[in-house]
């Protein structure tokens, strides 16, 4: 099982280790039982904006929301809320700055999902 300091360790390190991050701010952390807990953490990007990591542990599901903020407006997001069963890779989809919802590379692991999400920050341009 993942505890909630683990998955803190790794988002922290995960986004304090990249060249795009400048400073990694802890929001939120909730332990709701030892199956069940919830953290948020924004880090300031280093070309502005902020990205948001949310997720939500319930004994080995993970709900998340990755969502990139500029001066407090949502430019994009990569999520598992299963409100898109058109999208191929439902529940996993990605909002575009487009406002176009689409499909997604991450699978709710954050050990496979944080670094896809920088990766793609590390082009985006918005």
């Known amino acids: 099982m993942t505890t909630p300091a683990d998955t803190l360790n790794l988002v922290i390190t995960t986004l304090q280790g990249s060249p795009l991050c400048k400073a990694v701010h802890v929001l939120e952390t909730q332990q709701f039982s030892a199956q069940q807990f919830a953290l948020k953490v924004r880090a ?10 949310r997720l939500y ?7 998340y929301a990755y ?4 001066a407090d407006q949502p430019l994009l997001r990569w999520d598992n809320k299963e409100h898109f069963s058109n999208v191929a890779t439902h529940p996993h ?7 176009l919802v689409g499909d997604s590379t991450l699978n709710g692991d954050p050990v496979h999902d944080l670094p896809l999400v920088l990766e793609y920050l590390t082009t985006f341009s918005g």
């Not at 969502?67 to 500029?70: A, G, L």
């Open 44 to 53: 300031e990007l280093t070309r502005g904006g902020v990205l948001q990591v």
């Open 57 to 63: 542990y319930n004994d080995r599901h993970i709900d």
């Open 67 to 70: 969502q990139v903020f500029r």
């Open 93 to 99: 989809h990605f909002h575009a700055p487009t406002g």
